[in-house]
């Protein structure tokens, strides 16, 4: 990145950027929202309240053309292997082009859709003959976090058809046993939800779930008609035991916290039936034509990128904060903690050489109005600066007086914030100083509906993306999860010998005292 012209352009732009107060962009301009929004049908970005001016804005799009943006974009929807590290495409976008879906794609939502409606109509039954009730999806990460956001923000709107659903994936187990006691083995079924199939998370949750089963049912068959599985693997899957027809097959092309889009997405389809789970991928798709066919200036994914790139390596700041200001999106954080921090969380370029600029926000966030009585403190009186996100929808989610009265309050607050973060005040008593001159931007979405969660998705997906091009970095591998994994399953066996001795002093220590205490009770 510091390599292309524009790179300079804007360090120097920088230089004045970092003394200027946000609000006097807006006493300057009094209509800058006009000339600092981009919008689709369904969606306006407004990043007015960015620290940027049209000129600054002018270099970061030229940075970005400098980048071979297009080039990248084009690579990414053609399915070339931007994922070079390990040799696959990044074939998201494909999975929610319903127009042109590929064959091996239409024969699993074939069999999706059969599953689906099988739970759906009660034909599916446990071993004792009665019908599903419940369905538990067990996995981690991408295998667990999308499903889960979107299921958790679309509970309302639900299909009269679907079971109950629950999401296990701590493998601490605890999480697990207690929603066992809350369920009946006769009708709970399980779906198995990894990519490789050899998460040991997953895995050891998913022999709990068996022994648990087995311990009620009578035969082996009956055993597995409680069973789903989602995987690349086919073998492990047939290993494992599970029938041919209960197992949903996706592709190495998919990355894990791309894979909702994919037969992971099973628990979405059974909780809004097979059409809701289709106008979840139309949306995403309104996105992805967006993203490909707009130009860079007018282009939602592409500018929130490009935002992002200008406040992460020109004004020095580090931390995103995620603030939707809708209860039902409850999980976009942690979604997006994943989908952000394990894509661009790399230390060197495409070429393998490390970098000598930041590469990627610290992201967090919780609902807004829970947040503004939590760490809301830190963004308006603290030392660091931060970049927030606000996500607000302008339809409220019913139509009583009283559901009007609680959306007018919450985005009478989710605009205030944005408002005093920005403008802030000046105070006699240091202690109620307002510094003000942090940056957000404004994702206002029509409604929360299934459609519109899709499009939300995939804009961060792109402008993950888009930042991934800028900083020459892969976006799609993660092998920084490799080495704790391997390293807990060395532990493993030292706590099975009960002998640390060949490790270090601290890890040797805390085993000690684990050993301890457990001999003293
Ligand atoms: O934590 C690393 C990771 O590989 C994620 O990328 C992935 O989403 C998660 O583990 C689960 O992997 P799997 O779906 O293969 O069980």
């Known amino acids: 990145m510091n390599k292309l012209p524009s790179y300079d352009v804007l360090k120097q732009l920088s230089q004045q950027a970092k003394t200027r107060h946000l609000a006097s962009l807006f006493n300057e301009n009094p209509d800058r929202f006009s000339g600092f929004h981009a919008k689709l049908p369904g969606l306006v970005l407004d990043y007015s309240k960015q620290n940027i001016t049209k000129e600054e804005r002018e270099a970061l799009l030229n940075l970005a053309e400098e980048a071979k943006l297009s080039e990248w974009i084009e690579k990414l929807f053609k399915g070339e292997k931007v994922n070079h590290t390990e040799g696959r495409a990044a074939g998201h976008t494909a999975l929610r082009d319903l127009q042109n879906p590929k064959p091996e794609v239409s024969k699993e939502w074939e069999k999706m859709e059969h599953l689906v409606d099988r739970i759906h109509t009660k034909q599916l039954r446990g071993f004792s003959g009665k019908a599903i009730t419940d369905v538990v999806n067990i996995g981690v990460g991408g295998s667990d976090l999308g499903p889960l956001m979107v299921t958790h923000a679309l509970k309302g709107v639900r299909s009269p058809l679907a079971p109950e659903l629950h999401f296990v994936s701590t493998l601490d187990g605890k999480q697990l046993q207690r929603l066992l006691k809350t369920l009946s083995a006769e009708t709970t079924l399980f779906i198995i939800a990894s990519k490789s199939f050899t998460t040991i998370d997953t895995l050891s949750l998913a022999k709990t779930a068996r022994e648990w089963i087995e311990s009620h049912s009578p035969s082996k068959a009956g055993t597995l008609q409680h069973f789903i599985g989602v995987s690349t693997n086919t073998e492990m899957m047939n290993d494992w035991g599970l029938l041919p027809d209960h197992q949903l097959l996706f592709w190495d092309w998919v990355g894990g916290r791309f894979s909702l889009w994919s037969t992971i997405g099973l628990s ?54 995620i603030l939707p200001y809708d209860s039902r999106l409850k999980y976009l954080a942690s979604y997006l903690e994943q989908l952000v921090m394990e894509s661009n969380g790399k230390h ?21 109005p829970n947040a503004q009585h939590a760490f809301y403190q830190l963004m308006h009186q603290g030392t660091e600066r931060v970049m927030a996100d606000f996500i607000l929808y302008a339809q409220a989610h019913g139509n009583t007086e009283r559901h009007t009265f609680h959306h007018n309050l919450n985005i009478a607050n989710c605009l205030a914030q944005s408002r005093a973060l920005m403008i802030g005040q000046k105070g006699d008593d240091p202690h109620k100083d307002y510094p003000g001159g942090q940056v957000s931007n404004t994702l206002l979405f029509e409604k929360l509906d299934a459609k519109h969660l899709g499009m939300l998705i995939a804009l961060y997906e792109h402008s993950v993306f888009v930042q991934s091009v800028i900083w020459d970095i892969n976006p799609f591998d993660q092998w920084g999860v490799e080495l ?16 640390a001795s060949d490790l270090d002093s601290s890890t040797q220590g805390i085993l000690q005292t684990i050993w301890d205490t457990q001999n003293e009770n």
């Open 348 to 368: 060197v370029n495409r070429a393998g050489e490390n970098v000598n600029y930041r590469t990627c926000p610290i992201l967090w966030g919780e609902v807004g």
């Open 484 to 499: 704790g994994k391997k390293i807990a399953l060395e532990i493993l066996q030292k706590i099975e010998a009960k002998d």
């Open 268 to 321: 979405i389809a059974l909780q809004q039936g097979i059409e809701g789970f289709k106008s979840f991928l139309q949306g995403a798709n309104e996105m992805d034509l967006h993203f490909r066919n707009t130009p860079f200036k007018d282009n939602t994914a592409v500018l929130l990128g490009l935002i992002s790139v200008w406040n992460i390596n020109f004004l020095d700041l580090a931390g995103q904060a």
